[in-house]
């Protein structure tokens, strides 16, 4: 795709996203879950099971505050920082009118997302009366945007900038969707989900498109210099250092004696995650390259071979 074939998603945008259509989520009073046990390990490990499984509530409802805390740091640091440069046409790499139109669709997207995540944080520490511990103040992409961006030439930081957040903006969504899918949730949580869904879908498509727009007007030489970029932007990008920092500050806050503590930490501490090529958002990164036609080049291909199937 060249930046004159380029088509808007504008009347979409005003029939479907979720700011035009949706209802406020307000939080249940009912026995399900806030935050599904299968995204947060340790309420599920052995020793949480057996010495403290009454303090389930408090460590899932601390997960869902960080989860929320994540959103609107990706939002409206990490998206909306890229989305409105290109909306303003401030972006280094220049786009059409009907980019720019779409980009600032997504900063209006993303911004509602943060809005709608912070409403329901407040919404359950008033029901639950349980407020957050200290939340993390980054996110992975926090880190692996601007490494990746300093080891690029001036010329090429904006372009590696572009591809990075278009990476994030194409991994999570099988993710979120598994989260609107599960029955243990309360509805309310489920709807959060869907709703973000719906509108991901079309910036996951937005992103791809304008990657791949920047990817065919780059010179051989530029496209091989990114793709040498790439391994060391996803191996800060897919790690779960920040997670593991939260659980172990989480495990701080647990009312309970300091053996149990003391085990939980260990447990946390050899749980261990390795990013291999079948990991799901190993496969919607991949997807993503896919899509955008960069991993039709070689050099692309050449990077990535580890995290190819």
């Not at 299968?38 to 389930?56: D, I």
């Not at 440069?85 to 997207?109: E, L, Q």
Request: net charge negative; proline share 5%.
């Amino acid at each position: 795709m060249n930046a004159h074939e380029y088509q808007s998603f504008a009347e979409v945008w005003e029939r479907r996203a979720t700011i035009r259509t949706r209802p406020r989520r307000t939080v249940e009073d009912d026995e399900k879950l806030i935050y599904p046990t299968s995204r947060q390990p340790l309420v599920t490990s052995a020793v949480f099971m057996e010495k403290c499984p009454h303090l389930q509530e408090f460590a899932l409802v601390q997960s869902l505050y960080k989860f929320i805390n994540d959103v609107v740091i990706f939002e409206t640091e990490i998206v909306d920082k890229t989305a409105r440069s290109i909306a303003k046409d401030n972006f280094p790499i220049r786009f059409p009118f009907a980019c720019r139109y779409d980009a600032m669709t997504v900063v209006v997207d993303e911004d509602y997302h943060a809005l709608v995540a912070m409403d329901y944080l407040q919404q359950t520490i008033e029901l639950t009366g349980i407020s957050p511990i200290a939340l993390p103040q980054e996110i992975e992409l926090s880190r692996s945007i601007p490494k990746a961006m300093e080891m690029a030439p001036e010329h090429l930081k904006a372009a590696v900038e572009l591809i990075c957040v278009a990476v994030a903006e194409n991994t999570l969504t099988n993710d979120v969707a598994a989260f609107a899918r599960d029955d243990t949730v309360k509805e309310s949580v489920k709807g959060l989900m869907a709703d973000h869904l719906a509108d991901e879908g079309r910036h996951s498509s937005f992103w791809a498109r304008l990657t791949q727009i920047y990817w065919n007007s780059a010179s051989p030489e530029d496209r091989a210099t990114i793709a040498s970029i790439l391994p060391l932007f996803l191996s800060h990008y897919l790690t779960n250092d920040i997670q593991k920092s939260f659980d172990l500050a989480l495990i701080e806050q647990l009312d309970t004696t300091e053996q149990v503590k003391t085990a939980l930490r260990q447990e946390v501490e050899a749980m261990d995650f390795p990013i291999t090529a079948g990991h799901p958002l190993v496969g919607n990164i991949m997807r993503f390259f896919q899509t955008s036609t960069m991993l039709e080049d070689p050099v692309v291909k050449t990077a990535l071979a580890a995290y190819r199937l």
